[in-house]
């Protein structure tokens, strides 16, 4: 169903959101950005509907689970958030405001890399990224925290500069709100713990079938990536995402 000509969407600003001139592999979805002339390097994003009695704690949540990435060395743009309506139906959605990245998006990189150089460097990022990644899924089942559940694609990331960078920097760029939100209380709730650690084992299971794939992809191993499972298989033998990485990697304690 169309938009009525007589129905506007209201959004919070002075101004009409125009559609982004951005296409972002992550999403496959260009129609979900926007843009404003008056804010140039910003990209606006509806992140869903929100209701005003929970919308403060919601935005609370994403902030905070975007502070986990962060302390694992995981780039986040610089993001804001205002409640808007956005749509035909007028409905009342949370929207993100993100400062633009410049750059080549990861899995572009890593597909088009050429000479023996360019190959090394981008082995070396991206084998970097994968080894934050399994640190901060370690990070999560040890404090029983909130988590991303969709951050696991090399074209989930961008390479390049946002305001106010001298150099490029890896950043995540897919920023939907897929979170597996778990609270204190939660702690106390056998059912949701459960919930919690099927849904991390299953993330780990497709983030290790993205490793393996790009391995043979690139025809390499990410020798760091085994070693520090293997590491920590040894530590913490009854460690769920330990056994969890070791046997998708086939790999075993001394």
């Given at each position: 169903?169309?938009?009525?000509?007589?129905?506007?969407?209201?959004?919070?600003?002075?101004?009409?959101l125009?559609?982004?001139?951005?296409?972002?592999?992550?999403?496959?979805?260009?129609?979900?950005?926007?843009?404003?002339?008056?804010?140039?390097?910003?990209?606006?994003?509806?992140?869903?509907?929100?209701?005003?009695e929970?919308?403060?704690?919601?935005?609370?949540?994403?902030?905070?689970?975007?502070?986990?990435?962060?302390?694992?060395?995981?780039?986040?743009?610089?993001?804001?958030?205002?409640?808007?309506?956005?749509?035909?139906?007028?409905?009342?959605?949370?929207?993100?405001?993100?400062?633009?990245?410049?750059?080549?998006?990861?899995?572009?990189?890593?597909d088009?890399?050429?000479?023996?150089?360019e190959k090394?460097?981008?082995k070396?990022?991206?084998?970097?990224?994968?080894?934050?990644?399994?640190?901060?899924?370690?990070?999560?089942?040890?404090?029983?925290?909130?988590?991303?559940?969709?951050?696991?694609?090399?074209?989930?990331?961008?390479?390049?500069?946002?305001?106010?960078?001298?150099?490029?920097?890896?950043?995540l760029?897919?920023?939907?709100?897929?979170?597996?939100?778990?609270?204190?209380?939660?702690?106390?709730?056998?059912?949701?713990?459960?919930?919690?650690?099927?849904?991390?084992?299953?993330?780990?299971?497709?983030?290790?079938?993205?490793?393996l794939?790009?391995e043979?992809?690139?025809?390499l191993?990410?020798?760091?990536?085994?070693?520090?499972?293997?590491?920590?298989?040894?530590?913490?033998?009854?460690?769920?995402?330990?056994?969890?990485?070791?046997?998708?990697?086939?790999?075993?304690?001394?």
């Amino acid at each position: 169903m169309k938009n009525p000509d007589n129905l506007k969407p209201r959004t919070p600003f002075k101004e009409d959101l125009k559609q982004a001139s951005v296409s972002l592999k992550a999403t496959n979805d260009p129609e979900k950005f926007y843009h404003l002339d008056s804010a140039p390097g910003k990209i606006f994003r509806p992140m869903g509907r929100v209701y005003p009695e929970t919308t403060q704690e919601h935005v609370r949540e994403i902030k905070e689970v975007f502070k986990g990435l962060s302390t694992h060395g995981i780039n986040i743009p610089q993001v804001d958030f205002v409640v808007g309506e956005l749509g035909w139906r007028n409905t009342p959605k949370l929207i993100a405001m993100v400062d633009e990245i410049k750059g080549k998006n990861l899995h572009d990189m890593l597909d088009f890399a050429k000479s023996a150089k360019e190959k090394e460097f981008v082995k070396n990022l991206v084998q970097d990224l994968f080894l934050k990644l399994i640190e901060y899924i370690f990070s999560v089942e040890k404090n029983k925290s909130s988590f991303v559940r969709d951050l696991y694609k090399p074209a989930d990331y961008m390479y390049g500069k946002a305001r106010g960078d001298d150099k490029d920097k890896l950043y995540l760029i897919d920023l939907d709100p897929y979170f597996h939100i778990f609270s204190e209380n939660d702690k106390n709730d056998d059912f949701k713990e459960r919930d919690r650690s099927n849904d991390l084992l299953t993330r780990i299971q497709f983030f290790s079938k993205v490793i393996l794939y790009w391995e043979e992809r690139l025809g390499l191993r990410f020798d760091k990536i085994r070693k520090f499972i293997k590491e920590m298989l040894n530590t913490e033998p009854k460690n769920m995402p330990a056994q969890a990485f070791a046997f998708e990697f086939k790999i075993r304690a001394k």
